[in-house]
């Protein structure tokens, strides 16, 4: 079965500090994987995806993901987090098999530090 | 283009009632998927709807239903509400075809709140 595990439930970093977010997924064959941002109030907003390709992807905002099949990862990373990057943030897998059917991770919270 | 449009942003029922969620989609995306986001359990699949037609439905009871009309606005109904219904209720819609690789856009969800 398919599924999405985001260990880290919260993270705090400190304005201009490195980010990176991790998001480990199950799935059987070569898996679409997507990050999305929630922002209070607001639904999700798409960050960046990998098909296929290249495994080192570029986002909005600065963001990008490195998709490592070995370890059924997608983590996703910012050299410099500004504050307005203090959201929820969500790992998805696409399983090509069931059509547009999306598996969530449960997401991880980010609390940027002034 | 508008975004995905989602009414009521807010409700609150009492256990046992009814309720239906509104979503109009982007113009010209046929998809449209429910998702339920509760602190707990994240985000959970409910059902997906294309031309009118489910497509895709997740673990739900069948308390929970939905439709699609045909200029792709959909509506999702949830019957005899129970406490634990109370989440934000996200629709995401799609431009088209069966394909995971249809980039979902969410709209900014409907918090039910079920006293």
């Known amino acids: 079965a398919q599924s999405v595990t985001q260990p880290d439930i919260h993270i705090t970093v400190s304005e201009g500090a490195s980010l990176e977010l991790r998001c480990n997924y199950s799935y059987g064959a070569t898996p679409y994987l997507f990050w999305y941002v929630q922002s209070p109030g607001q639904g999700l907003q798409l960050l960046l995806k990998y098909f296929s390709g290249d495994t080192l992807v570029q986002g909005i905002k600065g963001f990008e993901a490195e998709f490592k099949r070995s370890q059924s990862s997608f983590n996703l990373r910012k050299p410099s987090v500004h504050w307005s990057d203090a959201a929820e943030y969500f790992c998805a897998v696409g399983a090509h098999d069931t059509g547009n059917q999306f598996y969530f991770g449960t997401g991880t919270s980010l609390t940027v530090i002034p | ?115």
């Open chain 2, 1 to 115: 283009k508008a975004g995905v449009t989602q009414t009521p942003r807010y409700l609150i029922k009492t256990r046992g009632q009814q309720v239906t969620l509104s979503c109009s989609p982007i113009s010209g995306h046929r998809s449209v998927s429910w998702y339920q986001q509760t602190p707990g359990q994240g985000l959970q699949f409910l059902f997906e709807y294309f031309s009118e037609t489910q497509r895709n439905k997740g673990n739900f009871p069948g308390r929970f239903s939905g439709r699609q009309f045909s200029n792709s606005r959909s509506e999702m109904n949830v019957s005899t509400l129970e406490l634990g219904d109370s989440a934000l209720y996200l629709c995401a819609s799609s431009s088209e075809g069966m394909s995971a690789k249809n980039i979902q856009y969410f709209g900014a969800g409907t918090r039910l709140s079920v006293l």
